[in-house]
């Protein structure tokens, strides 16, 4: 059986695509094929890697990677933007099911909570 491939964007691929796509592989792995990619990717924020460690799960392949790895190389059949710039400059968004949220998900990085831990 072909796996569905889902694509996680962000501004960075540094933490909420990174979550996302290692919840979903951990859960899913094995009816979607996962990756997340940023449209400016940065390094994988610590606490990302913290608090995924936190529940068990392995963060040493993580890396950022930008959407170019992506684009016109690999088919994605569902693109999901967790952040409202990600989605608004995804080429293809009129070709993939948009997730169906109205408000982007916050930016952990930019909590105070988040970054002092």
Same mark, same amino acid.
């Given at each position: 059986m072909d796996?569905?491939?889902?694509?996680?964007?962000?501004?960075?691929?540094?933490?909420?695509?990174?979550?996302?796509?290692a919840l979903l592989r951990h859960h899913a792995g094995d009816r979607f094929e996962v990756c997340s990619a940023g449209l400016e990717p940065t390094e994988i924020h610590p606490v990302t890697r913290s608090v995924l460690e936190e529940i068990g799960l392995d963060t040493s392949e993580l890396r950022a990677e930008g959407l170019d790895k992506y684009l016109a190389k690999v088919s994605v059949q569902y693109a999901i933007g967790v952040d409202p710039l990600?989605?608004?400059?995804?080429?293809? *968004?009129?070709?993939?099911?948009?997730?169906? &949220? +109205? *408000?982007?998900?916050?930016?952990?990085?930019? &909590? +105070?909570?988040?970054?002092?831990?």
């Open positions: 796996r569905q491939r889902v694509l996680f964007l962000c501004a960075h691929n540094a933490a909420r695509s990174q979550m996302a796509e990600s989605w608004t400059l995804y080429p293809f *968004r009129e070709k993939v099911p948009r997730w169906p &949220r +109205r *408000r982007a998900t916050p930016d952990p990085r930019t &909590r +105070r909570s988040f970054v002092d831990g």
